[in-house]
Nanobody, 124 residues
Framework: QVQLVASGGGSVQAGGSLNLSCSASGYIYNDYCMGWFRQAPGKEREGVASIDSDGRTTYADSVEGRFTISLDNAKNLYLQMNSLKPEDTAVYYC???????????????????WGQGTLVTVSS
């Protein structure tokens, strides 16, 4: 059974940095995609960034150049967030697909497994 546990959220001043982590276990597929999503109060869940097992990535326009997604050899997922803005405030969720994708996607419908979320608050 796939298990995802997100951590690393907190409160930070605008312009600061945070590094989110997602501990992953239980994968049985060689090819997969993992991603970060966020949901702010009163807003829909949006895809932030994703990465597949070949290292290909995709980013939302709003975080391009500020956030970096990565995977380690143990299939743990990370999101390095720099130059944080108040509009980045949200609960951040990590997720994984059940199998391979043709290309990385930030569509929530493609992801079968989800972590519990970690709160990021950016003050101005």
């Amino acid at each position: 059974q796939v298990q995802l546990v997100a951590s690393g959220g907190g409160s930070v001043q605008a312009g600061g940095s945070l590094n989110l982590s997602c501990s992953a276990s239980g994968y049985i597929y060689n090819d997969y995609c993992m991603g970060w999503f966020r949901q702010a109060p009163g807003k829909e869940r949006e895809g932030v960034a994703s990465i597949d097992s070949d290292g290909r990535t995709t980013y939302a326009d709003s975080v391009e150049g500020r956030f970096t997604i990565s995977l380690d050899n143990a299939k743990n997922l990370y999101l390095q967030m720099n130059s944080l803005k108040p509009e980045d405030t949200a609960v951040y969720y990590c997720a994984a697909t059940a199998g391979p994708l043709a290309i990385p996607t930030r569509s929530p419908e493609a992801f079968a497994y989800w972590g519990q979320g970690t709160l990021v608050t950016v003050s101005s």
